[in-house]
């Protein structure tokens, strides 16, 4: 296992005993992992996003801190995350993995999932030449989205 998976699964650990509230202290969460503070500071920024249902406060000095709250996820908040993560172009393969990982966590109904999934299919976009499929697609899949439901 990475030292960064490590860090965020023993961050997550804390989470999960302290109800959702963890407080650390870069220096000494480092000096526990065996890691230099930047790491920490890293899994922070790029595992504990506000797009992930996270709230990171800190405070600098001796007595410094960071403070994640985890906060629930809405809907909405996972839409947009979504369609502000893919760019500007998307395959079919990835398109219904996305959709697949959205229906199993309520995100959308199974015939919103099923509508998307005919509009996006390369049999639908199949009058459009190779390299504007994907760009289609994409276009589709985020506006579809953002209706959905």
């Known amino acids: 296992m990475k030292i960064s998976d490590e860090v965020a699964a023993y961050i997550l650990d804390l989470l999960n005993e302290a109800d959702g509230t963890a407080e650390i202290q870069r220096n000494e969460l480092a000096n526990l992992m065996g890691c230099v503070p930047s790491q920490i500071n890293y899994v ?42 893919i760019g500007d172009r998307i395959d079919e393969g990835s398109c219904r993995a996305m959709l697949v990982n959205l ?8 015939k919103t ?12 976009l199949y009058s459009l030449q190779r390299e504007q499929r994907d760009i289609v697609r994409c276009s589709l899949f985020k506006n579809l989205l953002l209706v959905a439901e």
């Open 44 to 85: 922070i920024t790029s595992r504990f996003t506000p797009e992930q249902g996270y709230i990171v406060e800190s405070r600098r000095g001796g007595k410094g801190y960071i403070r994640i709250t985890r906060r629930p996820i809405t809907k909405s908040d996972m839409i947009m995350h979504i369609v502000n993560s």
């Open 103 to 110: 229906l199993h966590s309520g995100v959308i109904s199974e």
């Open 113 to 124: 999932a099923k509508i998307i999934s005919v509009a996006t299919a390369d049999k639908t």
